[in-house]
């Protein structure tokens, strides 16, 4: 499949709060590049801009590589293929010859190219391996490992913990119930249990059943919410003074992480601010364009100058 190209959320309220007119040249750091769309819209918005990006999934760093150079933007851009946990470290290891970042954008999950790369098992639409790995270079364990390993209590715990599940025990009751006569290994499979495990008049509500526990497994399986909220402190220092750290989410347990990490922050430092009381939203004209914007938010803040 080649890669899909990435509607980006919320661009122009990023390119408002990240983009400021009395700097000349700014270094940014984009480290969920994806398909790279804020990055460019970000090296766009100034001749002299460049941006520092970061994605820990093969295909997207192999693809930037390529939409990189065909966009004619090698000299000002550079892409790291690893977890963002590493930026700090990484960005320290590269001698860059700067201090920090006049703006630093995270566009959090997965993106719509892993869900329509379906042998990459995001997704129950199609059959696939249970992998849901962003990072198929790694060894962690894939969603296949997770659902046959685990006991049923830690499987209900995720579904619930990560998915807001309600039916988090009947589900996991049923997978070690399957479990004994065989290994559960595709998407399909899981669909079904989880399927069979809702009560008969809730079976074909929407969101689909099984929406709530793939979200789950994908959450831990990328321990997203581990990285991000162990990331989000180390990144003040990264920041130069009038700098701003954006971060988009898309569902309540991330940005929970983000309101409460940054509500932290500006309590600690004096010389941070926030700079959205209420998180930003897309419009009805964006939901509309593209679906899977309605749940983003956008919280900012700034180191002030
Ligand atoms: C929503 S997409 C970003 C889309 C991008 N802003 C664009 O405009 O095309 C999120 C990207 O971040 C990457 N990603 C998510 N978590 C990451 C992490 N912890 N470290 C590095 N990359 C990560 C994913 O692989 C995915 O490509």
Do not use: W
Request: hydrophobic share 35%; charged share 30%.
């Amino acid at each position: 499949l080649s890669y899909t190209s990435h509607y980006s959320v919320l661009k122009d309220e990023c390119l408002e709060f990240l983009v400021q007119e009395d700097n000349k040249n700014p270094y940014y750091a984009d480290l969920t590049f994806g398909g790279g769309g804020h990055s460019f819209a970000l090296l766009e918005s100034n001749q002299s801009a460049r941006v520092l990006s970061v994605d820990q999934d093969p295909e997207a760093y192999s693809n930037g590589i390529q939409i990189i150079k065909k966009n004619g933007f090698s000299d000002r851009i550079q892409i790291l293929p690893t977890n963002f946990i590493n930026f700090p470290i990484e960005f320290r290891k590269l001698n860059l010859g700067i201090e920090g970042f006049d703006g630093i954008l995270m566009d959090l999950g997965v993106s719509s190219h892993h869900f329509d790369s379906i042998e990459r098992g995001f997704s129950f639409r199609a059959n696939a391996r249970l992998d849901m790995r962003m990072n198929t270079n790694s060894s962690d364990d894939t969603a296949e490992d997770i659902i046959n390993d685990l006991d049923e209590k830690e499987l209900a715990d995720i579904f619930y913990q990560y998915g807001e599940e309600r039916y988090s025990r009947r589900i996991a009751a049923r997978i070690i119930e399957e479990r004994k006569s065989k290994r559960i290994t595709q998407t399909s499979e899981l669909e079904n249990i989880v399927f069979h495990s809702y009560p008969k008049p809730k079976r074909h509500g929407r969101p689909h059943p099984a929406t709530r526990v793939f979200q789950a497994l994908r959450i831990y399986v990328n321990k997203e919410l581990l990285v991000l909220e162990e990331v989000i402190p180390q990144l003040i220092p990264l920041l130069n003074p009038g700098g701003r750290l954006a971060i988009i989410t898309f569902h309540s347990l991330e940005d929970r992480i983000v309101k409460h990490s940054f509500k932290n922050i500006a309590g600690e430092y004096n010389n941070i601010r926030i700079l959205t009381k209420k998180p930003i939203i897309p419009t009805e004209e964006e939901i509309h364009h593209n679906f899977r914007s309605r749940s983003a938010k956008l919280r900012v803040i700034e180191k002030k100058a």
